[in-house]
């Protein structure tokens, strides 16, 4: 029986690296595919404009065939818009704590919007950097970070700064997301910040085929700092998927 595809999309600041232990995991029952964005293999020029779209472009040339997405952050925000553009092309979707700020409501959630203006829309270098990391992931984060990761967010800054931008602009609806119907696991870390926490529930209650997943004691990095117990239930996720899809897809 052919295997079928996964492509795992990564978030932003970081490389398909993150997803190496879940590709292993994955392997031998699905084709996957990990790619870095652009920017992240060769580098996007300084001071160059940048808007996720051109992203999106890109990993749609990955979808020649329909396949699962998977996604963190940023990446998960790019999966849930190239459900949006090829619906036909996506049998299920599991995205960890997506950036889709836009699914938030300006007067319910004005609370976790309130909080999207901590990050200045001004680069300034490594004081955006820091004050990125430390917006996910708490005071003094970036300087506990050591200095070769620093680095790596140095490297790709500017691309990231513009994926920010671009992305902290988008006004894709909760109701525009809820007309997705591949099966979606959106998962969430309990210490996350309160925007991500309110958007990965308004997701999984607008999506018609969604569960939501809260990891305890979790936060913004659990792909990383918790991947054994996240790529379990991707895993388990795209599998009953796989295997629901595979047997409808059989002859009587």
């Known amino acids: 029986m052919t ?44 001071g160059e404009p940048f808007h996720f779209r051109q992203d999106l472009d890109y990993l749609e040339t990955l979808l020649a065939e329909p396949v699962h997405l998977v996604g963190h952050s940023y990446g998960g925000f790019l999966a849930l818009q190239l459900a949006l553009r090829h619906p036909e092309r996506v049998r299920s979707i599991a ?78 609806s909760r109701e525009t997301y809820g007309t997705i119907t591949a099966p979606t696991l959106v998962m969430s870390g ?13 997701l999984a209650q607008a999506l018609p085929d969604a569960r939501l997943k809260i990891f305890e004691g979790v936060g913004h990095m659990g792909p990383i700092s918790h991947a054994a117990a996240v790529n379990a239930e991707i895993v388990q996720h795209l599998t009953e998927v796989s295997t629901r899809t595979s047997r409808s897809a059989s002859p009587l």
Do not use: C
């Open 190 to 202: 309990e210490l996350t910040p309160l925007a991500s926490r309110r958007v990965a529930q308004k």
């Open 95 to 172: 995205a960890y704590e997506p950036v889709a700020f836009g699914a938030l409501d300006d007067v319910e959630d004005a609370d976790a919007r309130a909080t999207l203006d901590n990050v200045s829309r001004e680069w300034s270098g490594d004081p955006w950097l820091a004050a990125f990391v430390e917006w996910w992931n708490g005071r003094g984060a970036w300087d506990r970070l050591n200095e070769e990761t620093r680095n790596a967010f140095r490297a790709v800054g500017w691309k990231l700064f513009q994926e920010v931008m671009s992305l902290g602009a988008d006004r894709t």
């Open 3 to 46: 295997r079928q595809t996964a492509v795992l999309i990564h978030s932003g600041g970081f490389t398909s690296r993150q997803w190496r232990k879940l590709a292993e995991m994955l392997s031998p029952g699905f084709h996957v595919i990990a790619p870095d964005l652009l920017g992240y293999g060769t580098p996007w020029p300084d």
